[in-house]
């Protein structure tokens, strides 16, 4: 099983160290931290109680896109609604999909900052978010405590005797291949002259969200790259017989709109 904890702009470094311990408990070894405020520290050490060689281990990234560059499935941590709506399951039902999904690529499964989470920003890099549910009187959970839950409901589905999971036949198109596809995306929605006519600014972000839900595997984001890569050969064909007139796109509705003939 292949599945890292990656932590986003830790503050307190004592954090770091009881998510190692957490993790270490339920047999997950791959940490991987996204701009610690404070890393190595004696105080993450102390609060590892033993699990010094995960955090040994750990790998430090400057930024989120290197630390789930080889991951398939990217699942994020979040205790808060968001402006646009995004698939959200609970601590069983991910671990299932990221057991699953283990068997044949790299898992991650991300947490914000201790103040404020997951960004926005952050999000548009996952496929789906996973949310623990608390007693509304009193919902804040440490992250160590949100990284024990979700890793107890893993190693419950991966601890010895159980029989093994089904392997997908197709790895996950991983973090890497999709910020390519999306780049991909972008540059033919350009050229085509494809933007939101709506005057919304989250066309990429709605885009993202779709292909995220998708769970497209490696097949998958090369046949749509092949697409894109058709798209543009064929407009340059045509392009150079018609003297390069460009066409333009919109995500405005087409109904009730006049025919154009």
Not at 64 to 78: D, K, R, V, W, Y
Not at 171 to 187: N, R, S
Request: proline letters at 5%; a positive charge.
């Amino acid at each position: 099983m292949s599945l890292r904890i990656v932590l986003v702009d830790t503050n307190h470094p004592g954090n770091i160290g009881a998510v190692a311990r957490a993790m270490k408990n339920m047999g997950l070894r791959e940490l991987h931290l996204v701009r610690p405020q404070a890393f190595p520290s004696v105080e993450a050490t102390s609060r590892a109680s033993g699990a010094d060689d995960v955090l040994n281990a750990a790998v430090v990234h400057h930024d989120l896109e290197s630390a789930i560059a080889e991951c398939g499935l990217i699942i994020g941590t979040s205790a808060r609604k968001r402006h646009l709506p995004w698939e959200l399951v609970e601590p069983r039902e991910c671990a299932a999909r990221a057991v699953q999904a283990s068997l044949t690529g790299k898992v991650a499964l991300v947490f914000g900052s201790e103040r404020f989470g997951l960004t926005n920003e952050a999000v548009t890099r996952c496929n789906l978010l996973v949310t623990i549910p608390t007693h509304p009187d009193y919902s804040s959970l440490n992250i160590a405590m949100a990284v024990q839950v979700l890793a107890y409901e893993i190693w419950m589905l991966m601890r010895p005797g159980l029989p093994p999971p089904v392997e997908r036949e197709v790895p996950l198109a991983t973090g890497d291949d999709m910020v390519k596809f999306y780049a991909h995306l972008e540059q033919v929605l350009e050229e085509i002259n494809f933007r939101d006519r709506t005057g919304g600014t989250q066309l990429m972000t709605r885009i993202r969200r779709l292909f995220n839900r998708a769970q497209v595997d490696q097949n998958e984001v090369n046949i749509l790259r092949g697409i894109l890569t058709a798209v543009q050969g064929k407009r340059r064909i045509a392009g150079s017989k018609s003297g390069d007139k460009t066409s333009t796109g919109s995500t405005e509705p087409t109904q009730g709109r006049p025919s154009r003939r």
